[in-house]
């Protein structure tokens, strides 16, 4: 293969968890752009609607089926109502999340149990039910788990405190290593994506009341943008990346290696 077709992803179909804004919606893009259909899943219809026409207009085909992976007997109707439309779901992006900021003294268990649910329990559900049913008798899959650097690291306190973020993010990335090593042998790669600070709902208000403090410490000096997911993206969910697995990659600028 030539490298336009180690990257083609033409007859792939691709699953986006919180796939109607942000990091998902972008990630979309990149699958959809290389040629993949695309399902889209998220909590709000609306935003779902929304994401769908703007896939459009970019001439990717997609769909979308509102559902809440927090809650797991919804995970089981979301795959078997994608597969009696789509047939197969060959890469799955596991990106939908959440996070809380308090103190680790004061977290609130309910809080807690919120981000363990959707952040790393819909994540395993989901990849578990799609490797079982479609990807390791396929004997071809791509996983692509959206962690944080958050996941490798402790967040500072001076930004943010958020115990049960961080917690479920590092869980992601253990369970990333070992769904790799366990389902390789069937042509499936698991790998995670660690973003830096990104522009979005769920980081609104500490980029906005820390963004120079954050940019100050990024050697690019600055935040991810539109289209800073995007290559990773491509790469890991191709046969380019088909011998990266179970590994963790972060895309912050080298604020990390600071």
Known sequence: ?????????????????????GLGLQMAEALG???????????KKDE??????HLGKLGIQAAAWPC???KREQ????????LGKLGKVDILVNNAGATWGAPAEDHPLDAWDKLVNLNLTGAFLLSQ?????????????????????????????RLVRTAAYVATKHGLVGL????????????ITVNAVCPGFFPSKMTKATLGAQLQFIIDGTPT???????????????????????????AIVVDGGASIL
């Open 75 to 82: 995970v089981a109707p979301l795959v078997d109502a994608l």
């Open 68 to 70: 809440d992976l927090g």
């Open 221 to 247: 000096r600055r935040v991810g943008n539109d289209e800073d997911l995007k290559g990773v993206t491509a790469l890991l969910a191709s046969e380019a990346g088909r011998h990266i697995n179970g590994q």
């Open 129 to 157: 039910v799609l490797a079982k049913k479609v990807m390791i008798p396929g004997k071809w899959g791509r996983i692509i788990n959206v962690a944080s650097v958050n996941g490798l690291l402790a967040n500072d306190p």
């Open 1 to 21: 293969m030539n490298v336009k077709q180690l990257f083609d992803l033409t007859g792939r179909v691709a699953l986006v968890t919180g796939g109607s804004r």
């Open 48 to 53: 779902l609607d929304e994401a769908v026409a």
């Open 176 to 187: 990333t290593r070992q769904l790799a090593a366990e389902w390789g042998e069937h042509g």
């Open 33 to 43: 752009e290389l040629g993949a259909r695309v399902a889209l899943t998220a909590r």
